[in-house]
């Protein structure tokens, strides 16, 4: 798949820290200098790649990381270089009596909101 020599693939949706800039990053393309980018599309435009060094190196300052975010989504949607038909689901296996435990799809792991973990009889 990474030779690009084909016309229509199928690939799950990466549940990144920032999906779409570490899937389509202009430094992801695979090739003899990078033998496991994960870019298997060959997408790389300029201001999505800035936008996407400002989101993934620009610290935690939430204007910068929505800006960026908003930069690249607006790339993205010019470009459209992927068409995400499906996320799959998430699920979670947990004990009763834990409360706080809430399933979502974007975070990369389970425990995301570990500190509204509490164990209680009744969970709201």
Known sequence: ???????????????????????????EIPGDSNPFGVNASGYNALDFNQACDRLLLGGFDP???????QAMQESFLRDLPALPLYQPPRWVVYQ?????????????????????FVRGDTCP
């Open 1 to 27: 798949m990474f030779s690009r020599s084909y016309d229509l693939t199928n690939l799950r949706w990466p549940v990144w820290l920032s999906g779409v800039c570490e899937m389509l990053s202009g430094r």
């Open 63 to 69: 204007a910068i990381r929505s800006q960026a975010m």
């Open 96 to 116: 009763p009596g834990l409360c706080g435990v809430e399933v979502q799809s974007l975070p990369v792991s389970a425990l995301w909101n570990i500190e509204d």
